[in-house]
């Protein structure tokens, strides 16, 4: 069965410095992998997925990731962060049950930014 | 307008209440879906509707009941709830559940249930 783990559940970091947020997966199948962003009493966005093709995906806000099958990973970066990234940030992958696809999601890592 | 909307935004509900959590996609999807956030947990899937057909009922109580008159939209009725049912409770939906495991999944901004 697929599962997620997101290894930091908070990442605090300065404004303008990098930031990396972890993401491993479980999986016996065909991946694809999912980074949604949710910013306070908001609901989730899709930041970036990885479908197949080039291991680096880039996705909005300047945000990237890169999927690496041999770590079963999918870490995301930023080069320099903003305070308005200041959200919590789910890695997901697709599992297949029943027939029907659906999102398992990890439990979330905090991104705090501070001045 | 955004593309899933859900409403109400808040609610707060006795355990003794009946109440409904209403959600409407603008997207021209076919799958709706119904997750559950709760503090310091992953979020749950609770329910999977795939062109109106329930697909996925992920062991959730039978204080919650869904409804899916067309692909459109989506009601999650409440009845007799505890106060550990207090979450926010979010409505996504996607083009089609049993095709294209990479389709996006769209949420709406969630409902937050208050259970008093």
């Known amino acids: 069965a697929q599962s997620v783990t997101q290894l930091d559940s908070q990442v605090p970091v300065f404004e303008e410095a990098p930031v990396e947020l972890r993401c491993n997966y479980s999986s016996s199948v065909s991946v694809y992998l999912f980074w949604y962003v949710q910013y306070p009493n908001q609901g989730l966005q899709l930041l970036l997925k990885?479908?197949?093709?080039?291991?680096l995906v880039k996705g909005i806000n300047g945000f990237e990731a890169e999927f690496n099958k041999s770590q079963t990973s999918f870490h995301l970066r930023k080069p320099s962060v903003h305070i308005s990234d200041t959200a919590e940030y789910f890695c997901a992958v697709s599992a297949r049950s029943g027939g029907y696809n659906k999102l398992i999601f990890g439990a979330g890592t905090r991104l705090a930014v501070h001045p | 307008e955004t593309g899933v909307t859900q409403t109400p935004r808040h609610l707060v509900m006795g355990m003794t209440n009946k109440k409904s959590l209403k959600c409407e996609q603008h997207?021209?999807?076919?799958?709706m879906y119904w997750y559950k956030q709760s503090a310091k947990k992953p979020l749950e899937l609770m329910f999977v509707?795939?062109?109106?057909?329930?697909?996925e009922n992920n062991s959730v109580p039978s204080r919650f009941s869904p409804e899916c008159p067309n692909s459109s939209h989506l009601f999650l009725h409440l009845h007799t709830l505890q106060p550990e049912d207090s979450a926010l409770y979010l409505c996504?939906?996607?083009?089609?559940?049993?095709?294209?495991?990479?389709?996006?999944?769209?949420f709406g901004e969630g409902s937050w249930l208050t259970v008093v």
């Open positions: 990885y479908l197949s093709g080039s291991t």
């Open positions: 996504a939906s996607s083009q089609d559940a049993g095709r294209g495991a990479g389709n996006t999944i769209y």
């Open positions: 509707y795939n062109f109106k057909e329930q697909t």
């Open positions: 997207l021209g999807h076919n799958a």
